[in-house]
T-cell receptor
Framework: DVKVTQSSRYLVKRTGEKVFLECVQD?????MFWYRQDPGLGLRLIYF???????EKGDIPEGYSVSREKKERFSLILESASTNQTSMYLC??????????????FGAGSRLTVL | QKEVEQDPGPLSVPEGAIVSLNCTYS??????FMWYRQYSRKGPELLMY????GNKEDGRFTAQVDKSSKYISLFIRDSQPSDSATYLC???????????FGTGTRLKVLA
């Protein structure tokens, strides 16, 4: 079974703090993704990475950055957390070939509250 | 208009009922269609995926894709209280990494 592990399930941070969300997958997947999930808005793509050190912006990258130094690890960084970044953050991974189904496998999620 | 539309529910059904969950979409380039189930405070888990048009069955679950109508469905037979969750549709065009998700339908199966 592919496993995607998000290190923090619940975090509470203060406005202006730097926040790191870590994600590790154990199936040698090329692609890794960060989504945020909000009621009524569904899942929105923040960033994705198709290879080590490669990244592409998703639909809502503002206020976020990412890092992928190793194939299995993809980090989401909030440089200066704001209250509108309170959300559920979901990491996902998939195989790389764009022509296949390459279904996403998700982690359990990290619920971030910014006060 | 959103690329993918999904009724948010909640949809309440009695145990044993047949459940029909649906999504409509506007992008004719979508070729890969998925259904995910998400329990409260958990990450989504893949239930079914289908390539292009047609039906796919797995146990109590059947996924249907009608590309001519830009409409996909998930049927759950003999629904159980453990099926109570939010169901998300997702779809993707070939040649892209980008998945587009519906907002999810909350399903409650009453014992």
């Amino acid at each position: 079974d592919v496993k995607v592990t998000q290190s923090s399930r619940y975090l509470v941070k203060r406005t202006g703090e730097k926040v790191f969300l870590e994600c590790v997958q154990d199936m040698d997947h090329e692609n890794m993704f960060w989504y945020r999930q909000d009621p009524g808005l569904g899942l929105r793509l923040i960033y994705f990475s198709y290879d080590v050190k490669m990244k592409e912006k998703g639909d809502i990258p503002e206020g976020y950055s990412v890092s992928r130094e190793k194939k299995e690890r993809f980090s989401l960084i909030l440089e200066s957390a704001s209250t509108n970044q309170t959300s559920m953050y979901l990491c996902a991974s998939s195989f790389g070939a764009q022509g296949g189904a390459n279904v996403l496998t998700f982690g359990a999620g990290s619920r971030l509250t910014v006060l | 208009q959103k690329e993918v539309e999904q009724d948010p529910g909640p949809l309440s059904v009695p145990e044993g009922a047949i459940v029909s969950l649906n999504c409509t979409y506007s992008n004719s380039a979508f070729q890969y269609f998925m259904w995910y189930r998400q329990y409260s405070r958990k990450g989504p888990e893949l239930l079914m995926y289908t390539y292009s048009s047609g039906n796919k069955e797995d146990g109590r679950f059947t996924a249907q894709v009608d590309k001519s109508s830009k409409y996909i469905s998930l049927f759950i037979r003999d629904s159980q209280p453990s099926d109570s969750a939010t169901y998300l549709c997702a779809m993707r065009a070939s040649g892209t990494y980008k998945y587009i998700f519906g907002t999810g339908t909350r399903l409650k199966v009453l014992a």
